[in-house]
């Protein structure tokens, strides 16, 4: 069985500040791990993914997320925000070598940029 | 390309009603799921089609809940009568075989009261 925790329903960061999110996972098998972010009133929309190859992986809009096996962990980070950063953002786990691809998510967590 | 459409955008319906939600894949992709966000709580998996076959339906809350995808195109869900804890935003989403990339549509909101 799987599963996501994202540490922080809300974050707030400052214009330009580092972005965080955290991501901790538990999977049987090798996972596949995404960053999906969801902007007001649109879908879902995939900001990175990890299926194996480098631990470090670079997304859309500056971002990237490093995945630790000995953490079991896949942070979101971003060097600098951005107001149109604001949005949703969810962590989500799918198995290798499954005959589905089905996505097990995280609750989300709500990023809000001050100017 | 046309990206996952879904139809309506919102639906607000009375207990016992029934309610058909339209997905629409993007073109060629034989992988199609259905997701639900209850309100204050995770986006969980429903059920995985490959073409015309149900894959994997064990997200499926009860048996008022029916998917079917007619041809391999597109898909309807309907809720057949609707209960106050089906509220929540129904997320479409395909992917081409053998990818585990899933695109996502803007979801249906539906409203029970």
């Known amino acids: 069985a799987q599963s996501v925790t994202q540490l922080g329903s809300h974050v707030s960061v400052s214009e330009g500040a580092l972005v965080l999110l955290r991501c901790n996972y538990s999977?049987?098998?090798?996972?596949?791990l995404f960053w999906y972010v969801q902007y007001p009133n649109q879908g879902l929309q995939l900001l990175l993914k990890?299926?194996?190859?480098?631990?470090l992986v670079k997304g859309i809009n500056g971002f990237e997320a490093e995945f630790k096996k000995s953490e079991t962990s896949f942070h979101l980070t971003k060097p600098s925000a951005h107001m149109s950063d604001a949005a949703e953002y969810f962590c989500?786990?799918?198995?290798?070598?499954?005959?589905?691809?089905?996505?097990?998510f995280g609750k989300g967590t709500k990023l809000s940029v001050i100017p | 390309e046309a990206g996952v459409t879904q139809f309506p955008s919102h639906s607000v319906i009375e207990k016992g009603q029934t309610v058909t939600l339209r997905c629409d894949p993007i073109?060629?992709?034989?992988?199609l799921y259905w997701y639900r966000r209850v309100m204050g709580k995770e986006i969980k998996f429903l059920l995985h089609?490959?073409?015309?076959?149900?894959?994997?339906e064990s997200g499926m809350p009860n048996n008022r809940f029916l998917a079917e995808r007619t041809g391999g195109t597109y898909s309807t869900l309907k809720v057949q009568p609707a209960e106050l804890e089906d509220s929540g935003v129904y997320f479409c989403?395909?992917?081409?075989?053998?990818?585990?990339?899933?695109?996502f549509g803007p979801g249906t909101r539906l409203t029970v009261t």
């Open positions: 089609f490959v073409k015309e076959s149900k894959q994997d």
């Open positions: 999977s049987s098998v090798p996972p596949y």
């Open positions: 990890y299926t194996s190859a480098a631990t």
């Open positions: 989403a395909s992917s081409q075989a053998d990818s585990y990339e899933q695109y």
């Open positions: 073109s060629g992709h034989d992988n």
């Open positions: 989500a786990v799918s198995e290798s070598g499954a005959g589905s691809y089905q996505l097990t």
